[in-house]
């Protein structure tokens, strides 16, 4: 909600935000620099086409001296000639920087998002990114192109044809000044009461779709609760509302051009009245008298123009202030200079200084919270020898997940170390981890694609024989081969239902293909029938064979493998050991086993 009201609460241009998003256009500079000498000829060239007429009237017609008519036809057909220039140099060089501007901002706010900690997305929304990316930035480019024309060839177009009026007839120039301040009064008048129509609308119209997608998302829930009628008429009610608010802003937006035009009619009257005066006691040609009422009309055309670029500007506000935000976003967990000066960015990674991992893990006197003065791990040590496979079982809060993303580095210690292979987190890049790591989540996501490419994440360079052989090693090959199109069927979204026992053998296959030293496994708590636990078990057994492993379990049957099993409780080991140990304990571990056993028994009977 939050991400929603700020939309509309920022009315004012900000020209810092503006700054930054031209300073991106700008990347570009050749375009820029065309676009501007094709923009500034434009308006020059709107300025000297009444001279032209002019020049036919007085010299031709008045005068009736041919002499110099080639010279003038010749000069008409390289201004037409330049017109032309112009106009497609502008509309190329414009259209490039859009294209480009658009690029830019999508590779920026990509390059944030890599960046980026889990913690990030845990608190954005995504579909609040997903905008950024697309609508915004597109808009953006839009704007930022065509409206800088706009309001440079606007600009030039008044300044040249001012100055030329002035040069002309000083007292004809000032009566078509005199009505510029009330043209721009105007202007203003009318655009911010149209803004202000539209903004109210696009508010209403939110309000509209999120009852629309409350009504029909719980569509189940709004028929079991009877409330289908209040539903309607809460609809019903914003939708008139809505309604109201556009016809008022359309109104407005009708009423504003035929008053601008109604004032350049009597301007030009005037013009008309003092031009024809002043032409019968001969202070002024004929040519001149038809240039200005030209000019008149040519005049106030950009005023219009400038009035509604600084509006589109003012709407593109807040697109703007998002997508600053997110290319802006910092990252509280990056690697060093040194680090990065070795194992070098995440988009150009050293890989030739990157030593390779053997898999012993430490923790030493790790202290953490995610919120000031709550403590979740307090001076936690662990060393795990290369290939040990690790569970940590503890009630829903006891911070295993939390040991998982410290040695992730999704987050960082307060205090203490983690050591790989004897060597401190710090002095290693993010990226290194990442790429060494393998993570197996408890809800495995399947990209759209088919089978084959989604096993192919693991490593992006294997061979089709490679995704085979590891699908087969876990288990998955038997219902690959039964699909449809076998390992071409198309799975995620849109494509096969898979169960999500599948889904787990697709991602378990994927972390064989990657082969990382140390595996992190979330466990579906999920409770599936003794076939696929089977399965499951045997893929997993697999997956652990001579790697370092941490597994949050919650199947017995995975538990009961494991070299160590940790059993935590706020942040604190409170037994240590294997299976057959911890039981003969009669302690934490033979509890929680008890009931996770009794509970088991108690499903199956039921099943
Ligand atoms: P488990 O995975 O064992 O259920 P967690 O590691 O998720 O436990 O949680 C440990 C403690 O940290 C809990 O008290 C939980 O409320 C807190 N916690 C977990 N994640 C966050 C977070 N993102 N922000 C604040 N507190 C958190
Ligand atoms: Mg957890």
Do not use: C
């Not at 939309?7 to 930054?20: A, G, P, R």
């Not at 050749?30 to 300025?47: N, Q, Y």
């Not at 589109?312 to 997110?326: I, N």
């Not at 006197?365 to 503890?394: H, Q």
């Amino acid at each position: 909600m939050n991400y929603e009201e700020k939309e509309f609460d920022n009315q004012k241009v900000n020209l810092q935000t503006w700054k930054k998003i031209i300073k991106t256009v700008f990347t570009n500079r050749k375009s820029v620099i065309l676009l501007f000498t094709f923009v500034i000829l434009l308006g020059m060239l709107e300025a000297i086409t009444p001279l032209l007429n002019r020049y036919a009237i007085d010299v031709f017609f008045e005068g009736k001296d041919y002499s110099t008519l080639t010279p003038y036809i010749i000069f008409n057909v390289i201004v037409s000639l330049l017109f032309g220039l112009s106009v497609w140099g502008f509309i190329y060089q414009a259209g490039k920087i859009e294209v480009e501007t658009n690029y830019i901002l999508r590779k920026q706010s990509f390059e944030t998002l890599q960046r980026l900690p889990f913690s990030y997305f845990d608190k954005t929304p995504q579909g609040w990114i997903m905008a950024r990316m697309t609508s915004d930035s597109r808009r953006l480019a839009n704007i930022i192109s065509w409206g800088l024309v706009d309001l440079l060839w606007g600009l030039i177009m008044m300044i040249a044809i001012l100055v030329t009026m002035f040069v002309l007839e000083w007292r004809l120039a000032l009566i078509i000044t005199a009505a510029l301040p009330l043209m721009i009064v105007i202007s203003i008048y009318f655009r911010t009461k149209i803004l202000k129509g539209y903004r109210k609308a696009r508010k209403i119209n939110s309000l509209v779709t999120g009852s629309f997608n409350e009504s029909f998302m719980g569509a189940k829930t709004t028929k079991s609760l009877a409330i289908e009628e209040e539903n309607y008429q809460e609809f019903i009610s914003k939708t008139q509302e809505l309604k109201q608010a556009s016809v008022k802003a359309i109104l407005f937006s009708a009423i504003f051009s035929p008053i601008m035009l109604m004032i350049s009619y009597v301007v030009i009257g005037f013009i008309m009245v003092r031009g024809t005066n002043m032409l019968l006691v001969s202070a002024l040609t004929l040519g001149t008298l038809y240039a200005f009422i030209d000019y008149a009309t040519r005049f106030f055309e950009p005023i219009m123009q400038i009035a509604r670029i600084l509006a589109q500007f003012q709407q593109a506000q807040a697109s703007a202030e998002r997508v600053v935000q997110l290319i802006e976003t910092k990252s509280e967990l990056v690697d060093s200079p040194e680090v990065i000066e070795q194992y070098g960015d995440i988009f150009t990674p050293k890989y030739e200084n990157w030593e390779p991992i053997q898999g012993d893990v430490e923790f030493k006197n790790v202290t953490f919270n995610y919120v000031d003065n709550e403590t979740v791990l307090d001076n936690f040590s662990l060393k795990i020898p290369s290939g040990t496979s690790v569970a940590l079982v503890g009630q829903t809060g006891s911070g295993k997940t939390t040991i998982i993303n410290l040695l992730s580095r999704f987050y960082e210690p307060i205090s203490g170390d983690i050591l790989i292979d004897g060597k401190s987190y710090k002095e290693r890049s993010i990226h290194w981890l990442h790429k060494r790591l393998g993570y197996v989540l408890q809800t495995p996501h399947l990209f759209s694609g088919n089978v084959m490419e989604n096993i192919r994440y693991g490593r992006l360079d294997a061979t089709d024989e490679e995704v085979i052989e590891a699908a087969k090693a876990i288990g998955a090959d038997e219902f690959i081969s039964k699909m449809d199109q076998g390992y071409y069927s198309e799975v995620g979204e849109g494509g096969n239902k898979i169960s999500i026992g599948q889904k787990q053998l697709i991602s378990f296959a994927r972390a064989v293909l990657a082969d990382p030293r140390i595996l992190i496994l979330d466990e579906a708590t999920s409770s599936i029938d003794s076939e696929s636990e089977k399965i499951i078990q045997h893929a997993t057994d697999t997956l652990l064979k001579g790697r370092t492993s941490f597994i949050v379990a919650h199947r017995l049957s995975t538990i009961v493998h494991s070299d160590l099993i940790l059993v935590l409780k706020e942040g604190k080991i409170v037994e240590l050991g294997s299976h057959k140990e911890l039981l003969s304990k009669k302690g934490a571990y033979f509890d929680l086993y008890k009931k996770q056993f009794l509970n088991e028994q108690m499903d199956k009977a039921v099943h």
